[in-house]
């Protein structure tokens, strides 16, 4: 199954992205956290626009991704904790991401951006227990799918599961290099 394969042969990658960038550390305070939210934001927007330039690749795959993109909420929380449109429209977009030139690419992408999924949930946890996200200020973002998040990212890897052999290995290398980009972009804006 390529979405075992994945995650068994992307090990390392993930690994040193945790290492490098405690996520949960930038939970704890609310200015780093706001940072945080605009290097996603200036990752997240640019990625998503070549995303969406599979969007019928993906509607055939069973995975529809439009209902999978996050920059909007990104951009509402970043509002939430008091970014204005000037503000906003000086965020920094990464241009760097991995290149996307077949639908296999994408593939790759999405699996580390809705792996990411599941770990928002563990941040979200941070984020409630630091005061940060209250009733009154959700993280959207993190909220992630909220109670739909393990039924999307299934839906997710039963579609990773039904691609043809042949192409795993370009999904692998499009997951190694959104990681790398992934990490390249956070250290710069957030270290």
Not at 153 to 161: I, Q, V
Not at 179 to 186: A, G, V
Request: proline share 2%; net charge negative.
């Amino acid at each position: 199954m390529l979405s075992l394969r994945l995650r068994e042969e992307t090990r390392n990658e993930h690994s040193q992205l945790e290492s490098k960038i405690d996520l949960r550390t930038f939970a704890r305070d609310e200015a780093r956290f706001v940072a945080l939210l605009k290097a996603f934001y200036g990752y997240y927007l640019v990625i998503e626009k070549d995303l969406m330039r599979f969007q019928q690749d993906f509607t055939d795959a069973g995975c529809v991704i439009s209902d999978r993109l996050k920059s909007e909420l990104i951009r509402r929380d970043l509002e939430t904790f008091g970014v204005g449109p000037a503000e906003m429209s000086k965020i920094a977009l990464c241009e760097s991401t991995p290149p996307m030139e077949k639908f296999s690419d994408a593939m790759g992408c999405l699996y580390v951006l809705e792996g990411s999924t599941l770990g928002g949930q563990v941040i979200l946890k941070e984020l409630t227990k630091a005061n940060i996200v209250t009733d009154q200020r959700v993280s959207q973002f993190y909220a992630g799918y909220r109670e739909r998040t393990m039924p999307m990212w299934m839906s997710f890897k039963s579609a990773l599961d039904k691609l043809d052999e042949g192409l795993s290995e370009q999904v692998l290398s499009s997951a190694r290099r959104t990681f790398k980009t992934l990490d390249q972009w956070l250290q710069a804006n957030l270290m």
